[in-house]
């Protein structure tokens, strides 16, 4: 195996990261994964994620964790309602959609964040994770890399894959190709023990997620498994609308203030989400790198997922993109047709394809999410006959 005696490091500890290190130690690879989040034990911040079919599931599947991540997918929480500003439901398929169907192209089961990681890490020989690593900077040292980080001493990797998110800190060493703004950005907000919190939204959502529409605004949320309610507010503003606004997203009142004043149109069953949300409210510009970003190949450093290839979030494709990442980027590396730089190479060109195809679609969402007609666009979307 041309991975035998190779150190592999993975900067990262997401779920792209997760799934290689899983698939390369299936097949004898030596891996270690650095994270910087304090231990296993951290809380993962987002909505749930919906796995698909050739992507994430896919990679499930050949990391044999399919059965597993049955047993752990929350049923009946792909479901969705289409509200307006007033709360009307005006689109809902809580009672026609199948609880569980493995093999259809068009189920996306939902499985909670801080699930999914425990599933990958479970997975993993002891000691793999090097948790609590802030990763610094790295430079070349013969054939090899030296990686230094902030409180631990340096370590030495024959192949490095970048997986540390949309503010990779090793992206820098392949391009400096750098994402553009949106135009849209997204306040990400949780509330813990929603049912008595927040008991109307909580209700309204019966488990599912509701995507609510209007006036160029949405709000978009999703149950967690542990009964919190992870949602976000989206909207059109300029790229330094944050630092030229006095809001205090560590004050309830502030944000709250904010929210009535933007959304003044909207009903006040909404206001819930203001007043019982997790503290601090993180507001989030959506970025997205280039379509045609293109780059050189290097002999023995690449990057996954939103390192490779941020987007918005509005196809649900940013896991799913990095797990296949994971999935492809292995299936190269262990086939005995080609050398590891051969390996990199195809698994580039044919990434950076694939993402460029899976923002487009993103943006377009984007755009047409909040859009003046938003509303009865994602109506007609989701009332159409699907193939």
């Not at 997975?123 to 090097?130: A, D, G, I």
């Not at 109307?200 to 009964?227: P, R, T, W, Y």
């Not at 309610?229 to 502030?254: A, M, P, V």
Request: proline share 5%; net charge negative.
């Amino acid at each position: 195996m041309k991975l035998e005696h190779k150190k592999i490091v993975i900067i990262g500890g997401g779920p792209g990261g997760l799934t290689l290190a899983r698939l390369l130690q299936m097949n004898g690879a030596e891996v270690k994964v650095y994270e910087h989040d304090l231990d296993k034990n951290a809380r993962v911040q987002g909505s749930p994620l919906d796995l698909h079919e050739n992507s994430g599931l896919a990679a499930i599947s050949k990391a044999g964790l399919l059965d597993e991540f049955k047993n752990n997918f929350m049923p009946k929480a792909d479901r969705m309602k289409i509200m307006n500003p007033a709360a009307e439901v005006l689109y809902s398929d809580h009672d026609e959609k199948i609880p569980e169907n493995f093999g259809d192209p068009h189920f996306r089961p939902e499985i909670d964040r801080g699930v999914l990681r425990k599933i990958l890490l479970e997975s993993l020989q002891p000691e793999t994770v090097v948790w609590n690593s802030h990763f610094t900077s790295m430079e070349k040292w013969d054939n090899s890399w030296k990686l230094h980080f902030k409180n631990r001493e340096s370590v030495y990797a024959d192949f490095v894959i970048a997986a540390d998110g949309a503010n990779s800190k090793i992206r820098k060493y392949i391009t400096d190709i750098k994402p553009f703004y949106s135009g849209i950005t997204m306040i990400e907000v949780t509330i813990y023990d929603a049912e008595n919190k927040a008991p109307k939204v909580f209700e309204l959502l019966s488990g599912g997620k509701i995507m609510a529409f209007g006036n160029e605004k949405n709000i978009l949320m999703g149950q967690k498994a542990d009964g919190s309610i992870g949602f976000y507010t989206s909207l059109k503003l300029h790229e330094n609308w944050l630092s030229e606004n006095e809001i205090d997203w560590n004050d309830r009142q502030s944000v709250f203030n904010w929210f009535k004043k933007k959304y003044s149109e909207w009903n006040s069953v909404w206001d819930e989400l203001f007043e019982n949300a997790e503290l601090p409210f993180i507001p989030r510009p959506i970025y997205c790198m280039p379509l045609d970003q293109n780059w050189k190949s290097l002999p023995n450093l690449t990057m996954i997922g939103d390192a490779a290839h941020v987007m918005p979030p509005f196809a649900g494709e940013g896991v799913n993109m990095a797990m296949r990442d994971a999935l492809d980027l292995s299936e190269l590396l262990l086939s005995e047709n080609n050398s590891v730089e051969e390996a990199i190479e195809k698994f580039e060109i044919e990434m950076r394809k694939r993402a460029s195809e899976a923002a487009k679609e993103s943006l377009e969402n984007g755009e047409t999410m909040l859009s003046i007609n938003s509303l009865t666009d994602m109506l007609k979307f989701f009332t159409a006959p699907h193939e």
